[in-house]
């Protein structure tokens, strides 16, 4: 069989099999697009799942931290929840104070990574809705 004949068949198993992995399973857990979304100063944090955790066996984890500190908090509200968004007004009432928010994936067993938002500051995401 001709190198070609070899690369045509393990295209067709692929395409049979389905999606090939090329990450390791924690990785292709990692939540994506984590952000805040923030109206009338109600911080809502929200993400997409990864491409592996799209199963209803997800959970998320969620933790806040204000910026400058080192420690991260665990939002017990969102420990182990299966939503894509969690609550964190009540984390986030300094409207002048920056935040950041990171959410994990946890699925048969296995742990993804944290990822992270980029800078939370209420009163600017508010004046930037006037």
Known sequence: MTREHCFLGFLISVSLAGVVETQPA??????????????????????????AAASNSSVYFVQYKIYGQRQWRNKEDCWGIREFFCDLTNETSEIQEAYYGRVRTASAGIQSGWTMTQRFIPWWERAKGI
């Open 26 to 51: 924690h990785k292709s857990l990692k939540p994506q697009r984590v952000h805040f979304q923030s109206r009338n100063f109600h911080n809502i944090l929200h993400w997409q799942p990864g491409r």
